[in-house]
């Protein structure tokens, strides 16, 4: 190892403490807004009504919005694809104007008539009653609850207990700041975004690991040195990595945010932030928190003693 590698950037322990309560911080804010104001379920979950139709020419999403508000004054979510050709219009299950696809019947006469009249073609009209919503909630948490009983399991056959502690404790954090930023938004929840904090978990879990791979490894290399120093070369000496894994994943999700339309936005939105969140947890949460818990430099030479004085 060389001599560079052996001076801990110390500045990075007053960054973890500060960043370790930053984040307990912005937990008990995204807790704050999950139950006082809770997740903008879709369709996928609470039910309702979707109408799909395109139209012969381009529409600009304030004029479709504009339009469809004399027809729908309940409430409704409009998202379009195909460059203001192709229109998904969203309606709850407790809207007191779901009529079916009557109304669009009454907006393609509309459109029609108009100067530079436009063409509405109707693609298709379903109803989502509750059932299938509950169905999908139960689907959804199942494999939430197994993907996180499966991590357990892994954690606690690989790491140490605290090392363990601290990545599930990053992991619990990045979904919780995810979640917490729909709730605070209201930004609909779907089942894409469910895909995607599944994504987050396995993401969360790789940086976690690394971290607390490396740790372990300065732990039993020099156990001579403090708690502090072995986790800021653990975090020094994979940081580059890192910040590269994670900048080329976000150009990805970027491209995707910008380019594939309002259908997978929420996917975009909650894998950006999950990976943001999850680099910086991967710092703050998981190689701090075992260090709070009482690990200590010398862990691994002291079961190696214990081990030589069995029988």
């Not at 969203?90 to 006469?109: I, P, T, Y």
């Not at 929840?189 to 599944?198: G, K, P, Q, R, Y």
């Not at 708690?227 to 976000?250: E, Q, Y």
């Amino acid at each position: 190892m060389k001599d560079i590698d052996k001076t801990p950037v110390t500045f990075l322990t007053k960054f973890r403490t500060v960043g370790f309560y930053f984040s307990m911080g912005l937990v008990l804010l995204a807790l704050a807004g999950l139950f006082s104001r809770g997740l903008n379920l879709a369709l996928d979950f609470t039910g309702g009504y979707l109408t799909e139709f395109s139209t012969s020419e381009s529409v600009s999403q304030q004029d479709m919005q504009q339009a469809l508000s004399a027809y729908l004054p309940d409430g409704f979510t409009l998202s379009s694809a195909n460059q203001g050709h192709y229109w998904t219009v969203r309606q709850a299950d407790n809207v007191s104007s779901v009529k079916g696809a009557d109304w669009l019947d009454k907006l393609a006469q509309e459109m029609a008539a108009k100067p530079g009249a436009i063409t509405i073609k109707p693609q298709e009209a379903i109803y989502m009653g509750s059932q299938v919503g509950e169905e999908l909630i139960e689907q959804g948490g199942l494999a939430l609850l197994t993907a996180a009983v499966v991590i357990l399991l892994y954690l606690a056959v690989r790491f140490e207990c605290r090392l363990a502690t601290g990545a599930v404790a990053a992991l619990c954090h990045d979904v919780i700041l995810v979640l917490g930023l729909f709730a605070w938004t209201g930004l609909s929840f779907d089942l894409t975004v469910l895909a995607s904090i599944l994504a987050i978990i396995g993401y969360s879990l790789n940086d976690s690991i690394i971290v607390g791979d490396k740790v372990r490894e300065f732990m039993r290399s020099q156990s001579d040195s403090s708690m502090d120093t072995i986790i800021n070369l653990a975090i020094k000496s994979t940081l580059v990595r890192t910040l590269i894994t994670s900048g080329t994943t976000l150009a990805t999700i970027l491209s995707v945010w910008l380019l594939a339309g309002a259908s997978l936005s929420g996917f975009s939105v909650a894998l950006f932030a999950g990976i943001v969140v999850g680099t910086f947890s991967s710092v703050v949460i998981s190689a701090t928190v075992p260090q709070l818990l009482g690990l200590t430099a010398d862990y691994y030479q002291k079961q190696a003693e214990i081990s030589c004085q069995l029988p």
